[in-house]
């Protein structure tokens, strides 16, 4: 299996076992809090009624009723979420430039303006998430901001049916038009979008991201390892490990696995413990948490790109998450 491959497969199964156990962390937690309730219930002592003296007040309640009108500037007016939603497109785009930059750069693909604009779109997919997230509720702007990303999506299309001449793309031994480029590759980058909408959803979002952190790093040390075996030494390390110490090739795949999956986790334990500082220290809020799991799951998509060209360079791809 090729990293790319491993990559996927590593993301394909972080995903189910991730939401399994971010339920069963939440239940667990429901559980717990519901028997406090009853403890705290049966032991509580009555309670004794106020013997306090009333006292009349020395001057009466005085209450001032004032109307916020829109001044010259409407300072009373603005919406505090567009700044943020400004940094959340500003945050995108610059991922997605980064990202096609590197891409390019180790595929050896030729920078065509349509083609540079459309991956562009495609791996800034996830703005669309954010925003929507950030306007929870607001039926109206998540489908304004659904029909924008739409729009430039179809017209990237119209452009590159009308301009270039372009292979026809195959996906899956179905041959699609020169002008659904674009569409067919904001498909394959969207397709993530499944684990990352089920981790925003209220029901998980208190600790799905965290949770969804640590087993995807897990779960990629246990489908990364085994691929060492492939190399020089690991081929090596293997005849040794089975003439010396007698184990088959079944317990070497076991243990070479559990070892990647023990390392990852270590790191996974990491991840987790910084996000924990960092919401602690107030430096990151729950929506920060959700967002920024989106954007490495992205991250992870850019490298399984640039893995399938550059090999073990396809660590390059965190770098757009790092801006």
């Known amino acids: 299996m090729n990293l790319q491959g491993a990559l996927l497969m590593a993301f394909v199964i972080a995903g189910p076992f991730a939401l399994a156990l971010a339920l069963a962390i939440l239940n667990s937690y429901r ?5 406090a309730m009853r403890g705290a219930s049966a032991d509580a ?17 005085a209450c001032a009723t004032e109307r916020l009108s829109r001044d010259r500037r409407g300072a009373h ?9 400004a940094v959340h497109v500003a945050g995108g785009v610059t991922f997605g430039l980064v990202a096609t930059i590197l891409v390019f750069g180790f595929s050896g693909i030729e920078f065509l303006p349509i083609r ?3 991956v562009v779109l495609g791996y800034a997919w996830p703005t669309v998430l ?12 998540q489908a304004a901001v659904v029909a924008v990303y739409a729009a430039g999506l179809i017209a990237l299309c119209l452009w590159m049916g009308l301009t270039t001449k372009s292979r026809p793309v195959v996906v899956s031994g179905v041959t699609l038009p020169v002008f659904l480029n674009p569409a067919a590759f904001w ?5 993530p979008s499944v684990y990352l909408l089920v981790f925003a959803s209220r029901r998980v979002r208190a600790v799905g991201p965290v949770v969804l952190t640590f087993v995807a790093f897990l779960t990629a040390g246990a489908v990364l390892a085994p691929s060492l075996i492939g190399t020089s030494l690991g081929w090596r390390a293997t005849i040794w490990a089975m003439t010396v110490i007698g184990l088959s090739a079944f317990g070497v795949f076991a243990l070479v696995t559990l070892a990647g999956a023990a390392v990852g986790a270590v790191l996974g334990w990491f991840g987790v413990q910084t996000l924990a ?17 989106i954007w490495l799951i992205q991250s992870l998509m850019v490298c399984s790109s640039i893995a399938r060209e550059a090999g073990c360079w ?6 757009p998450f790092a801006t």
């Open 31 to 35: 559980s717990a809090i519901r028997r």
């Open 45 to 61: 002592s009555p309670s004794r009624p106020d013997i306090t003296p009333r006292r009349a007040p020395a001057a009466r309640l």
């Open 77 to 85: 007016s603005s919406d505090p979420s567009l700044p943020a939603a």
């Open 116 to 118: 540079f604009a459309a």
């Open 130 to 141: 954010a925003l929507n997230i950030l306007w929870t509720g607001d039926r109206t702007r």
């Open 187 to 191: 498909a394959l980058t969207a397709a």
């Open 277 to 293: 500082r960092a919401y602690e220290s107030r430096r990151e809020s729950a929506h920060g948490l959700v967002t920024d799991t």
């Open 314 to 319: 396809g660590v390059a791809g965190l770098v």
